[in-house]
């Protein structure tokens, strides 16, 4: 048996949008069961979203940390941000988002891992980048507001927020998921036998 996750779509026979948002929607569905029952399922309609594990030299990760309203909590997270533009190559707006938010450009790309974040109720897709050989960026930093504007940057060792993740102490999808990933990788074949940064995403097909 080969364990991949494959496309499928079940028939759809109503479908409304009772709440539409700034950047994200809530869709309603009317969808055929296995068993022919119809039943309505409810979920949010996302962009998409990018997050960058940027690793320097000495095997710190860059984070930020955030206040985040829904959870009501500052969260250490990587640098990351939506897919504003619909066909928006990842890799662009990965580089945007880590220049914007970190003031930081890399001079290696790799796929790390590609998620969907709260698949029983969301439909983003997030795509996780390494970046390695950092540098700071040319140019003045990128002016924020709202949230941002209060952000917090450092260098964390991976070991020690690989720690904090297994502790309960961290909780952001993709700094969790991608300091986990980046271990795997490196207690396997390594970095570069990550996938390239212009690897296909069928979640979220870009543009060249």
Same mark, same amino acid.
């Given at each position: ?8 779509? &079940? ?8 709440? =539409?948002?700034?950047?994200? !929607?809530?869709?309603?569905? *009317?969808?055929?069961? +296995?068993?022919?029952? %119809? %039943?309505?399922? $409810?979920?949010?309609? @996302? ?8 690793? $320097? *030299? ?10 985040? @309203?829904?959870?009501?909590? =500052? ?14 190559? +990842? ?10 938010? #970190?003031? %930081? ?17 969301? *439909? ?20 924020? !507001?709202?949230?941002?504007? $209060? ?10 927020? %690989?720690?904090? #993740?297994? /502790? ?12 986990? /990933?980046?271990?795997?990788?490196? #207690? ?6 990550? =996938? +390239? #940064?212009?690897? +296909? &995403?069928? /979640? ?5």
């Amino acid at each position: 048996m080969t364990i991949e996750d494959v496309s499928e779509e &079940w028939r759809v026979t109503a479908t409304s949008t009772p709440f =539409r948002g700034n950047k994200t !929607s809530v869709r309603t569905d *009317d969808v055929i069961m +296995p068993d022919g029952t %119809v %039943v309505k399922r $409810d979920y949010q309609v @996302h962009p998409g979203s990018v997050a960058i594990l940027a690793l $320097d *030299d000495d095997g710190r990760v860059v984070v930020l940390r955030q206040y985040r @309203h829904p959870v009501r909590q =500052r969260l250490w997270e990587i640098p990351a941000g939506l897919l504003d533009v619909p066909g928006e190559n +990842p890799l662009h707006a990965a580089q945007r988002e880590l220049y914007e938010e #970190a003031h %930081v450009k890399a001079g290696d790309w790799r796929v790390l891992t590609d998620v969907y974040t709260t698949p029983g109720g969301c *439909d983003e897709a997030v795509r996780i980048f390494l970046a390695r050989d950092l540098g700071e960026a040319e140019g003045e930093r990128f002016e924020v !507001s709202e949230e941002e504007a $209060d952000m917090e940057l450092a260098r964390v060792e991976l070991k020690e927020l %690989v720690r904090g #993740a297994l /502790a309960g102490e961290l909780h952001n999808n993709c700094l969790v998921v991608g300091v986990l /990933a980046l271990t795997a990788a490196l #207690a396997g074949e390594g970095p570069d036998a990550l =996938r +390239p #940064a212009d690897a +296909p &995403w069928p /979640a979220r097909p870009f543009d060249a």
